[in-house]
């Protein structure tokens, strides 16, 4: 019980101290923190079609956030996730229009194999260099962030793929085989807001993640060499391969991105249509301190605080979107000194006798 | 026993926050209603782009003084959040929701018919609809004028095109400019770059330096800077070189007193205020309004700053295209009609 | 004996929940030699750290050369001439000698003049003390002992008359010390003060003048080594009776079983035999235990000899370090339910506490990190009727199993290294200390400069012998 209370308690704490914050500023800039509070909750939440937006942006976050946990537990940074759900989303766009005339059900299927493959494949890349090159993969992930970009930035221009019918920088519109966002009911729930049942599959991942790195021999191994490499090395397991692995299935997480955004959203790969989804994802896994099991909770947060940044600016006369993203900063340093709070606690707690029976 | 002690504690904070919150929302309700309210979305360049959107900026600001209506305004951020804001807008009953640039096209085409009682207004792109008005512009017309004054100022014979988003729009000033530029001088060279063909490409003017410095070394002497908020980037790279740069969209002579020849005006600022200025006394039209030459919605910036550069023969020369193209006389290629 | 170089009065610090040193009282005098003994956690290092000006007391003072004194940082201390040699030596490798030595000295690195005269002084210190060193080698070149003593003229350069040594003998082989004791009886007999932090009671005894005892974070006695039995010191270390470890071999010889357990390339391990790898570190074990890792089965254990990085996952729960080399004798579905009560079982059987195997290794004591890992390594699955999960590896590689632990502890493992063998069981023990080799082994290999360069029998143990071997001489 301890063991679960206490970091939630802690996390808690974070968040309070972010708000309050966010609050201080507010009040700083004339303007009632207790309204900006209530713009924001109004926003995230205010409606099924807000409700849905928010559940869009936390879909792309929770599977960003896994993209970056999965890495983390084997001792890696991955800040490619922008790179590799960009890449899925190219591809799943590409192989949709090269077979456009597939069942709705064998769309599906390629989307989610291609999603997942084009992801991995990006992510797997920085994981083989790392793993046998000793290649940094901080380094080696933000340059393929930037690779990504580019190569989108001229397949985009090629016109097989450009869409002649607006100026946007996007992709021709896929066929319904693949854009099934019509026969989806929640888009008819959530009246049609971008979300779509895609949002499913986050809450399957987040079991699925964790039985894997928690109860499987594998996950096992991958933690064991994100926790100490010379003994995992020394006990047999096989960090380097361990570590590919992780890559693999934390670009096959982000790659995911795609299936929200092509098959349940718009039908095509628009350039630039995630705003840094991969890097607000570290900012999920750290809340959510890279326990697969807590990421949907902590991407909806952070969702509702982007999705309610907007209406900051329409709702108040001196703050701006800045604001939300301030105070997600501070959700996050706070974070950083939860171990320290959770110590203190502890210690509160046992001089008070308090959870003796535990 | 903890855990109880906890979760009072928590639940007394949100019940306090959420009876604070229902006061407050009882409290901005019954707020008086009197001018209408208008919302702008602005593309990613931002309002501080001192081209596009700043113009688009000054028109509303322009429209809040003098009509005394109530504007709020957004930067799109994120692609994905403009259709969430322009709902945002009509959800909240705004009387007119302003969308500034093509991007905003898809939205405005999935969230008009959503909202029959609100009125859109688009630029630089169309959309169909009873309560959408497209408002768009000449800007092969502009572009041709300030390509030939270019060429009268070129002494190398090499004039630069620094394209923003590679883009069918900006290609319809690339052709513009093209044809002006060579209806002086034939064999002129016209250097051709585009900052990116992304959105972001509205936004970065150090690549928009970048390409400046290399065409001002290849000899050009005069650049047309189309992009937006990356102008700054020319801007900068005008004053390292001492050529010439045009400006673009909104009056840019000021930025660099002396280095700017000209800036071709696309009024948008004109635009957005006819069409709030319509909206508010009831006259909101629906369709497409062209904006041009003829009405001066297209144009070419004289002031203080460029003065020098307009001669009484070349501001006579200059005079004369422009009737020409308005009388018909000039046919200036439009990009669209290709 | 002449006057008090330093005292410490009545001394207190605390570090969160744990009080680390509590009223420590300790009298050293000019001219001596002074032990700080006491097992691991003790209180030495902390109390040696506050004279130093790493950390501040909590209450009492301290007294240096009969002032009272409160250093803002080691800075100072070293300025009154209190300086210390670490456990793990401060010198950058790529630099030379006379670098290292004057680094951070020199006020103007350009000017010849203050160089030539610095290099005089070393020079003449070097001389003076019997440390003879080329001053134009770099570092990395030179053997530990002889870092050792860059470390000590680094000090004797400063002008430091009261030097603490920490652990100085643990990397050097029987022959060096015996050299660097001469050193340091130079340096007593030119007046320098030495505290000497160990736990070999047999050097406290050859060379100590006065030694203090730490146990519990509290000074316990000050004894005078020459005076007590180095069984009597171990127990006021420990605070009790030690029972000792019971052998049944009684250095008789046995016959050797046939039974290989592994095969290395230049020698086997038999059932019911320990074979002792002797030699300085650095001579070639690691080869060696590259080797043996290659070929081990899975019915294997390892105490590898840096538990901390190499057996242990501080930041996960013993629970998961328990998985880290088990999880061969599970299925791939990794059951709580299962495992858990196995993790428990070697909690109590080793007695380690807190008996939590959800706890993170990192909360754990040394000793008791060191107990898990060795229970941990013994235990393995019975697949018989017995039911007996701690028969232990067919095979085990211990690496210096005792290094930085304390003489219960130590006990422990090594009765546990002895079982192994009563059951028929093969294993390989690295060790650095001769003692440990010379109680456990029944065959001794000496390593040097990478190769096997003599074997004892255990009829033929002689610590004379086998030291020199390790310094690369040859007995006949």
Redesign the interface.
Same mark, same amino acid.
């Given at each position: 019980m301890k063991k679960i209370l206490l970091p939630l308690f802690s996390t808690f704490i974070s968040l309070l101290m972010g708000l309050l914050l966010g609050s201080v500023i507010a009040a700083f800039a004339d303007e009632n923190p207790l309204h900006i509070l209530q713009i924001i909750w109004n926003s995230g939440l205010g409606s099924k079609y807000d409700l849905g937006t928010t559940l869009y942006y936390a879909n792309a976050l929770a599977l960003t956030g896994y993209s970056v946990a999965v890495a983390f537990h084997a001792g890696l940074f991955n800040i490619g996730a922008e790179g590799q759900l960009n890449m899925a989303t190219l591809m799943v766009a590409i192989v949709g229009l090269t077979f456009p005339s597939v069942s709705p059900f064998l769309g599906i299927i390629i989307s989610f194999s291609v999603a997942m493959m084009a992801g991995a494949l990006w992510a797997g890349i920085a994981g083989l260099l790392k793993a046998y090159r000793g290649g940094h993969e901080v380094i080696s992930t933000i340059m393929l962030n930037i690779i990504a970009s580019a190569l989108a930035s001229w397949l985009i221009t090629l016109p097989v793929l450009r869409n002649t019918e607006n100026q946007n920088p996007e992709t021709r519109q896929l066929s319904l085989s693949y854009f099934v966002r019509g026969a989806d009911p929640l888009v008819k729930f959530f009246m049609d807001s971008p979300t779509s049942s895609s949002i499913l599959i986050i809450f399957l991942l987040a079991i699925l993640l964790w039985a894997f790195l928690f109860r499987t021999r594998t996950g096992f191994a991958i933690r064991a060499t994100g926790q100490n490499e010379v003994a995992a090395e020394l006990a047999g397991l096989n960090p380097k391969l361990m570590k590919v692995i992780a890559m693999l299935i934390a670009g096959a997480c982000a790659g995911l991105v795609a299936i929200g955004e092509v098959n349940g959203h718009t039908g095509k790969f628009l350039l630039g249509f995630s705003p840094e989804f991969g890097f607000m994802g570290i900012a999920v896994a750290l809340l959510a301190r890279n326990q697969p099991l807590a990421i949907p909770p902590a991407a909806f947060l952070f969702a509702i605080l982007h999705k309610g940044a907007g209406d900051l600016d329409i709702e108040t006369k001196n703050i701006t979107r800045d604001l939300a993203v301030v105070i997600q900063a501070v959700v996050v340093l706070s974070i950083s000194i939860s171990p320290w709070l959770e110590e203190k606690i502890l210690a509160f707690m046992v001089n008070h006798k308090w959870g003796a029976k535990e | 026993?903890?855990?109880k002690f906890?979760i009072s504690v928590?639940w007394s904070f949100l019940f306090t926050?959420s009876s604070?919150?229902f006061a407050?929302?009882a409290a /901005?309700n019954s707020a008086a209603k009197v001018p209408i309210r208008v919302?702008l979305i602005l593309d990613k360049g931002g309002k501080d782009d001192k081209s596009f959107n700043s113009a688009a900026y000054l028109g509303a600001t322009l429209a809040e003084k003098e009509l005394g209506i109530q504007l709020?305004?957004? &930067?799109a !951020? #994120? #692609?994905?959040?403009i &259709? /969430?804001?322009m709902?945002?807008?009509a959800?909240?009953k705004y009387d007119l929701v302003i969308g500034i640039g093509?991007?905003m !096209? =898809?939205a405005v085409k999935k969230v008009s018919p959503l909202f029959p009682e609100v009125k859109f207004a688009l630029i630089d792109?169309e959309v169909p609809g009873a309560n959408v008005t497209s408002l768009l512009f000449e800007e092969h017309q502009g572009s041709y004028l300030v390509g030939a004054l270019a060429a009268m100022n070129s002494k190398n014979k090499k004039v630069g095109f620094l394209g923003g988003? =590679?883009?069918?729009?900006i290609h319809r000033f690339q052709m513009g400019y093209e044809a002006g530029a060579k209806s002086i001088d034939p064999k002129i060279a016209v250097i051709i770059n585009y900052v990116?063909? #992304?959105?972001?490409a509205w936004n970065n003017p150090a690549k928009a330096k970048e390409l400046s410095l290399t065409q001002y070394r290849s000899g050009v002497d005069v650049i047309f800077g189309a992009a937006g908020a990356s102008n700054n980037g020319l801007f900068d790279a005008v004053e390292e070189t001492k050529k010439l740069a045009i400006g673009v969209d909104s009056n840019q002579n000021w930025v660099k007193p002396g280095l700017v020849l000209t800036s071709m005006l696309k009024r948008v600022d004109v635009a957005v205020l006819e069409v709030i200025k319509e909206t508010n006394s009831g006259k909101f039209k629906a369709g497409t309004v062209r904006f041009g030459l003829k009405d001066k919605g297209i144009d070419y910036a004289v002031d203080q700053y460029n003065s020098k550069f307009f001669t009484a023969e070349t501001s006579k020369k200059m005079e004369k295209i422009k009737q020409d193209i308005i009388a018909g006389k000039i046919k200036v290629p439009d990009y669209y009609k290709k | 004996m002449l006057g008090v170089a330093l005292e410490l009065r009545k001394i207190s610090k605390q570090f969160g929940q744990v009080l680390a040193n509590h009223k420590v009282d300790l009298k050293v005098h000019v001219g001596s030699i002074h032990a700080i003994i006491g097992e691991n956690g003790a209180g030495k290092s902390t109390a040696m750290k506050i004279l130093c000006g790493f950390y501040h007391q909590d209450s009492g003072e301290i007294i240096v050369k009969e002032k009272k004194v409160r250093w803002p940082s080691p800075k100072e201390a070293l300025a009154s001439g209190i300086g210390m040699v670490y456990q793990h030596f401060m010198l950058a490798g790529t630099h030379t000698v006379f670098e290292n030595i004057v680094l951070g000295t020199i006020d103007y690195p350009w000017s010849l003049i203050q160089k030539k005269e610095a290099r005089l002084k070393i020079e003449k210190l070097s001389k003076y003390y019997g440390l003879a060193l080329d001053l134009d080698v770099n570092v990395e070149k030179l053997s530990v002992g002889e870092q050792q003593r860059v470390e000590i003229l680094k000090l004797l350069f400063r002008d430091t008359d009261i030097l603490i040594l920490d652990e100085p003998t643990a990397v050097l082989s029987p022959i060096e010390i015996e050299s660097f004791f001469g050193q340091l009886r130079n340096l007593k007999n030119e007046g320098k003060t030495i505290l000497l932090i160990t736990h070999k009671l047999k050097e406290v005894k050859a060379i100590a003048d006065k030694a203090t005892i730490f146990r519990d974070g509290k000074t316990v006695a000050e004894i005078t080594p020459a005076d007590f039995s180095i069984e009597a010191m171990a127990e006021l270390m420990v605070g009790r009776k030690l029972v000792g470890i019971s052998d049944n071999r009684n250095n008789r010889e046995e016959e050797k079983s046939s039974e290989v357990i592994i095969s290395l390339p230049d020698f086997k391990v038999h059932a019911g035999e320990i074979v002792g790898i002797a030699g300085v570190e650095g001579n070639g074990q690691r080869t060696i235990i590259d080797q043996t890792l290659k070929l081990r089965t899975a019915d294997s254990g390892m105490l590898p000899e840096k538990r901390l990085e190499e057996a242990l996952m501080l930041g996960a729960s013993l629970y998961e370090n328990f998985l880290l080399t088990k999880w061969r004798q599970f299925s791939w579905w990794l059951s709580p339910k299962i495992i858990m009560p196995y993790v428990k079982e070697v909690l109590s059987r080793f007695d380690i506490r807190p008996l939590n195997a959800n706890l993170i290794a990192k909360n754990f004591s040394g000793g008791n990190q060191q107990k898990f890992v060795v229970g941990r390594e013994l235990w393995s699955l019975s697949r018989d009727l017995t039911k007996d999960n701690f028969k232990g590896p067919k095979f085990l590689l211990a690496c210096q199993p005792t290094r930085g632990v304390d003489i219960n502890a130590m006990e422990f493992i090594h009765q546990r290294i002895l079982e192994q063998r009563d059951r028929g069981h093969g294993v390989l023990l690295v060790s650095s200390e001769l003692d440990e080799l010379l109680r456990l082994a029944d065959r001794i290999l000496v390593l040097y400069r990478g190769k096997i360069v003599k074997e004892f029998k255990r009829s033929e143990f002689n610590e004379t012998k086998i030291g020199l071997a390790m310094a690369g001489g040859s007995s006949s």
């Amino acid at each position: 019980m301890k063991k679960i209370l206490l970091p939630l308690f802690s996390t808690f704490i974070s968040l309070l101290m972010g708000l309050l914050l966010g609050s201080v500023i507010a009040a700083f800039a004339d303007e009632n923190p207790l309204h900006i509070l209530q713009i924001i909750w109004n926003s995230g939440l205010g409606s099924k079609y807000d409700l849905g937006t928010t559940l869009y942006y936390a879909n792309a976050l929770a599977l960003t956030g896994y993209s970056v946990a999965v890495a983390f537990h084997a001792g890696l940074f991955n800040i490619g996730a922008e790179g590799q759900l960009n890449m899925a989303t190219l591809m799943v766009a590409i192989v949709g229009l090269t077979f456009p005339s597939v069942s709705p059900f064998l769309g599906i299927i390629i989307s989610f194999s291609v999603a997942m493959m084009a992801g991995a494949l990006w992510a797997g890349i920085a994981g083989l260099l790392k793993a046998y090159r000793g290649g940094h993969e901080v380094i080696s992930t933000i340059m393929l962030n930037i690779i990504a970009s580019a190569l989108a930035s001229w397949l985009i221009t090629l016109p097989v793929l450009r869409n002649t019918e607006n100026q946007n920088p996007e992709t021709r519109q896929l066929s319904l085989s693949y854009f099934v966002r019509g026969a989806d009911p929640l888009v008819k729930f959530f009246m049609d807001s971008p979300t779509s049942s895609s949002i499913l599959i986050i809450f399957l991942l987040a079991i699925l993640l964790w039985a894997f790195l928690f109860r499987t021999r594998t996950g096992f191994a991958i933690r064991a060499t994100g926790q100490n490499e010379v003994a995992a090395e020394l006990a047999g397991l096989n960090p380097k391969l361990m570590k590919v692995i992780a890559m693999l299935i934390a670009g096959a997480c982000a790659g995911l991105v795609a299936i929200g955004e092509v098959n349940g959203h718009t039908g095509k790969f628009l350039l630039g249509f995630s705003p840094e989804f991969g890097f607000m994802g570290i900012a999920v896994a750290l809340l959510a301190r890279n326990q697969p099991l807590a990421i949907p909770p902590a991407a909806f947060l952070f969702a509702i605080l982007h999705k309610g940044a907007g209406d900051l600016d329409i709702e108040t006369k001196n703050i701006t979107r800045d604001l939300a993203v301030v105070i997600q900063a501070v959700v996050v340093l706070s974070i950083s000194i939860s171990p320290w709070l959770e110590e203190k606690i502890l210690a509160f707690m046992v001089n008070h006798k308090w959870g003796a029976k535990e | 026993m903890k855990n109880k002690f906890l979760i009072s504690v928590l639940w007394s904070f949100l019940f306090t926050l959420s009876s604070f919150a229902f006061a407050l929302q009882a409290a /901005t309700n019954s707020a008086a209603k009197v001018p209408i309210r208008v919302g702008l979305i602005l593309d990613k360049g931002g309002k501080d782009d001192k081209s596009f959107n700043s113009a688009a900026y000054l028109g509303a600001t322009l429209a809040e003084k003098e009509l005394g209506i109530q504007l709020k305004y957004i &930067e799109a !951020t #994120d #692609d994905a959040a403009i &259709e /969430t804001m322009m709902r945002s807008f009509a959800q909240k009953k705004y009387d007119l929701v302003i969308g500034i640039g093509f991007a905003m !096209t =898809d939205a405005v085409k999935k969230v008009s018919p959503l909202f029959p009682e609100v009125k859109f207004a688009l630029i630089d792109a169309e959309v169909p609809g009873a309560n959408v008005t497209s408002l768009l512009f000449e800007e092969h017309q502009g572009s041709y004028l300030v390509g030939a004054l270019a060429a009268m100022n070129s002494k190398n014979k090499k004039v630069g095109f620094l394209g923003g988003m =590679d883009v069918p729009l900006i290609h319809r000033f690339q052709m513009g400019y093209e044809a002006g530029a060579k209806s002086i001088d034939p064999k002129i060279a016209v250097i051709i770059n585009y900052v990116g063909v #992304d959105s972001s490409a509205w936004n970065n003017p150090a690549k928009a330096k970048e390409l400046s410095l290399t065409q001002y070394r290849s000899g050009v002497d005069v650049i047309f800077g189309a992009a937006g908020a990356s102008n700054n980037g020319l801007f900068d790279a005008v004053e390292e070189t001492k050529k010439l740069a045009i400006g673009v969209d909104s009056n840019q002579n000021w930025v660099k007193p002396g280095l700017v020849l000209t800036s071709m005006l696309k009024r948008v600022d004109v635009a957005v205020l006819e069409v709030i200025k319509e909206t508010n006394s009831g006259k909101f039209k629906a369709g497409t309004v062209r904006f041009g030459l003829k009405d001066k919605g297209i144009d070419y910036a004289v002031d203080q700053y460029n003065s020098k550069f307009f001669t009484a023969e070349t501001s006579k020369k200059m005079e004369k295209i422009k009737q020409d193209i308005i009388a018909g006389k000039i046919k200036v290629p439009d990009y669209y009609k290709k | 004996m002449l006057g008090v170089a330093l005292e410490l009065r009545k001394i207190s610090k605390q570090f969160g929940q744990v009080l680390a040193n509590h009223k420590v009282d300790l009298k050293v005098h000019v001219g001596s030699i002074h032990a700080i003994i006491g097992e691991n956690g003790a209180g030495k290092s902390t109390a040696m750290k506050i004279l130093c000006g790493f950390y501040h007391q909590d209450s009492g003072e301290i007294i240096v050369k009969e002032k009272k004194v409160r250093w803002p940082s080691p800075k100072e201390a070293l300025a009154s001439g209190i300086g210390m040699v670490y456990q793990h030596f401060m010198l950058a490798g790529t630099h030379t000698v006379f670098e290292n030595i004057v680094l951070g000295t020199i006020d103007y690195p350009w000017s010849l003049i203050q160089k030539k005269e610095a290099r005089l002084k070393i020079e003449k210190l070097s001389k003076y003390y019997g440390l003879a060193l080329d001053l134009d080698v770099n570092v990395e070149k030179l053997s530990v002992g002889e870092q050792q003593r860059v470390e000590i003229l680094k000090l004797l350069f400063r002008d430091t008359d009261i030097l603490i040594l920490d652990e100085p003998t643990a990397v050097l082989s029987p022959i060096e010390i015996e050299s660097f004791f001469g050193q340091l009886r130079n340096l007593k007999n030119e007046g320098k003060t030495i505290l000497l932090i160990t736990h070999k009671l047999k050097e406290v005894k050859a060379i100590a003048d006065k030694a203090t005892i730490f146990r519990d974070g509290k000074t316990v006695a000050e004894i005078t080594p020459a005076d007590f039995s180095i069984e009597a010191m171990a127990e006021l270390m420990v605070g009790r009776k030690l029972v000792g470890i019971s052998d049944n071999r009684n250095n008789r010889e046995e016959e050797k079983s046939s039974e290989v357990i592994i095969s290395l390339p230049d020698f086997k391990v038999h059932a019911g035999e320990i074979v002792g790898i002797a030699g300085v570190e650095g001579n070639g074990q690691r080869t060696i235990i590259d080797q043996t890792l290659k070929l081990r089965t899975a019915d294997s254990g390892m105490l590898p000899e840096k538990r901390l990085e190499e057996a242990l996952m501080l930041g996960a729960s013993l629970y998961e370090n328990f998985l880290l080399t088990k999880w061969r004798q599970f299925s791939w579905w990794l059951s709580p339910k299962i495992i858990m009560p196995y993790v428990k079982e070697v909690l109590s059987r080793f007695d380690i506490r807190p008996l939590n195997a959800n706890l993170i290794a990192k909360n754990f004591s040394g000793g008791n990190q060191q107990k898990f890992v060795v229970g941990r390594e013994l235990w393995s699955l019975s697949r018989d009727l017995t039911k007996d999960n701690f028969k232990g590896p067919k095979f085990l590689l211990a690496c210096q199993p005792t290094r930085g632990v304390d003489i219960n502890a130590m006990e422990f493992i090594h009765q546990r290294i002895l079982e192994q063998r009563d059951r028929g069981h093969g294993v390989l023990l690295v060790s650095s200390e001769l003692d440990e080799l010379l109680r456990l082994a029944d065959r001794i290999l000496v390593l040097y400069r990478g190769k096997i360069v003599k074997e004892f029998k255990r009829s033929e143990f002689n610590e004379t012998k086998i030291g020199l071997a390790m310094a690369g001489g040859s007995s006949s």
